[in-house]
């Protein structure tokens, strides 16, 4: 994992002492979790979709990868989540912008460096909801 990425785990796992960086959802773990998985499946089919050379279908993969993480972003409570919530918010900008790097030079390299970040996330999050039942 790269330092950027364990960080992002350490963060995770500040939420599951604190459990106050997400504002009220009736299952907000689960909203979370669902966003995670579903920005690295989109991930991974603009990762094919270059290796297919189908350009108009990853534009759309990498666009909806992109509404997720802006969700992601939505979820975070700046107020009571303090500095777990500001350095989130960090790696889901930083996911943005490596993914629109990779879109633009179809660089496999940058979708896979997202796609193991949001794996780490979801790995970690899956984790928490354990230690929290």
Not at 38 to 63: H, M, P, W, Y
């Amino acid at each position: 994992m790269s330092p950027s990425t364990l960080a992002a785990v350490d963060m995770y796992q500040g939420v599951a002492q604190s459990n106050v960086v997400f504002v009220g959802q009736k299952d907000h773990h689960e909203m979370v979790r669902l966003l995670l998985d579903g920005g690295i499946k989109r991930v991974r089919e603009a990762k094919a979709a270059v290796t297919l050379k189908d350009f108009k279908k990853k534009s759309e993969l990498v666009t909806k990868a992109q509404k997720i993480i802006f969700g992601l972003r939505t979820t975070l409570d700046f107020e009571k989540g303090g500095e777990i919530a500001i350095n989130l918010d960090k790696l889901y900008d930083y996911c943005l912008r490596t993914l629109t790097h990779a879109h633009a030079r179809n660089d496999l390299d940058k979708f896979t460096e997202v796609e193991g970040i949001l794996e780490d996330l979801l790995t970690s999050w899956i984790q928490i909801r354990k230690q929290v039942r």
